[in-house]
Each structure stands twice: as structure tokens, then as C-alpha cells.
């Protein structure tokens, strides 16, 4: 049932925002936005989180920062370890449905699509966590948090603490 939420929301979000972000008077891409938004309620509600709210928990936590622009923040570095960590450990099969889905291309790779969420961050100007005071001091600390997280458990591979600080690192 969540792999048709994740599916249609994917979709939806992966065409609709760009233009939100371009014309935010876009009432039909809004209300895509609307709709992905309820469809990834739903598939979350029902099937967990991962590493992008396993370090958005703390990192809320411990600055001011909105969680959806920290939640934005990890998501290309998430994405690319977790790829390079399945292709390693396990099965990145998962990822490859979810490159085709955003880019639209039938044969593209799970690194297609991490790139395209980087580039995607890139042109709505996310900005890094430093913005919000996160420095390098503040590394071990985030990871040693993150680790913990009851979110981490539905990430699809577990990440090692050398990992966790990567994408911390990326993240800043």
C-alpha cells in the first residue's frame, strides 16, 4: 500500500515543485504539492522514516532550524551514501524505481536520481546547515544522536558512524 503512495507522491512532487518554486501563483502544481504531501503522510505513518529525519530529530533539536529545510539539507548526501552503501552491502534496486520516477527516464540508475535531488536542492537554493549555526565542532555529536534515532531503524541499509559523519560533513 505505502510503495503506491511513495509512487504517486514521487511523481507528483518530482513535476509539481520545481514549478511551485518557479510560480508560486501555480494553483495546479500546488495542489499536487497538497496531494504528494498527504500521500507521503500516509506512506510515512505507515512505514517509517530513515537517515534524512534520524539527523533532522537531533539537528531540530539543537538549533533553530526549520525541519523541512534541514530535512532538504541531508537528503542528496542521504541518498548518495545509502546508494553507495546498498550497491556495496545490499540492493539498490529500490532507488533505481525511484530515479525513474523523478527524472522520467525508463532506464535511469539510482545514482541518476541522487543526482537529480542535488540538483533539485541546488536550484531551490536549500541552504547548507551552516546557515543555521552547525559547525564541524558539532559533528560527533549530531552522528552520536542520529545513531540513536528510532527514525535510523527504517533506513534501508545501516549506515556506519564513518557514513553518518559524511553526510553530516556534506550537510554543513
Partial sequence: MTDL??????????????????????RE???????ASLLGGLALANAGLGAVHGFAAPVGGMWDAPHGAVCAAFLPYVME?????LRARGSARRYEEVARLLTGRPHATAEDGAAWIAGLCRRLEVPALR??????????DIV???AK????KGNPVELTPAELRE???RAI
Avoid at 512532487?13 to 508560486?24: I, K, Q
Avoid at 502544481?29 to 496531494?35: G, K, L
Avoid at 546557515?131 to 560527533?140: Q, T
Avoid at 534515532?149 to 535510523?152: E, P, R, T, Y
Fill in 144 to 146: 552520536a544522536k542520529a
Fill in 5 to 26: 503512495f511513495c509512487a504517486e507522491g514521487i511523481r507528483r512532487a518530482a513535476a509539481a515543485l520545481p514549478r511551485v518554486w518557479e510560480n508560486g501563483a501555480d
Fill in 29 to 35: 502544481a500546488r495542489a499536487d504539492m497538497a496531494y
Fill in 131 to 140: 546557515v543555521y549555526g552547525v559547525r564541524e565542532a558539532n559533528i560527533p
Fill in 149 to 152: 534515532a528510532s527514525s535510523m
Fill in 167 to 169: 553526510i553530516v560533513e
Fill in 81 to 85: 551514501v545509502n546508494v553507495r552503501a
